[in-house]
């Protein structure tokens, strides 16, 4: 990474010096090795403060680290921290939409293939689907039910009911659900 440094007031100590950019090697790392990348370094120095601004590209968004310190080490290293947390965050962003953008390519080359093997071969089995997992948490605290009224409820596209037995629920134990079986009747758990 190339460093263009402004406004220095002195030039660093060689060990300083040498810390900044193993910084700024790090921060090259981070930011990918594709070309060479520049950073500008701005050094202002008033009452006793140092204040450090970095600025630099990366696909096409210009990265700008702040710093500000009565050390001129730690305002550099302060706003080298803040260039690499925006790294991190514009390249995850850029990281997803890239992804997500050659799966879709893939999956749109990939679909055509399958179709003419699986017109070719009948051995091939199907891949499954994935499976979801809706979640459903209890809407509100329902009134207990009996048996009958449970049966009643269970349309005729519902194929289970979770509900609280009020002939049970005195004994501690409350929790029961009925489950419409394929050949029509019903299944009864009780916890």
Known sequence: MKV??????????????????AKFGK?????GERGEREARVMVAQQRG???AEITLQFHDHQLVGNGSDADLFKALSIAIGKLETQAVKNRAKWRVTHRHKDALK??????????????????TPAEPAAKKIFRTNGVGRRKPMTLD???LEMDQ????????????????DGLSVLVRRRDGHFDLIES
């Not at 921060?27 to 930011?31: E, G, P, R, T």
């Not at 893939?106 to 093997?117: D, H, L, R, Y």
């Not at 596209?157 to 004994?171: F, H, I, M, P, T």
């Open 4 to 21: 263009t440094y402004q406004g220095m007031p002195h030039t660093l100590p060689p060990n300083v010096q040498q810390k900044l950019d």
């Open 27 to 31: 921060l090259a790392k981070l930011l």
């Open 49 to 51: 403060m140092c204040r």
């Open 106 to 123: 893939n999956a749109k080359v990939e679909a055509p293939v399958k179709a003419a093997s699986k017109t070719t071969s009948k051995a």
């Open 149 to 151: 009224e449970a049966l």
């Open 157 to 172: 596209d519902r194929d289970y009911l979770v509900y609280r037995d009020a002939s049970r629920e005195k004994q501690g």
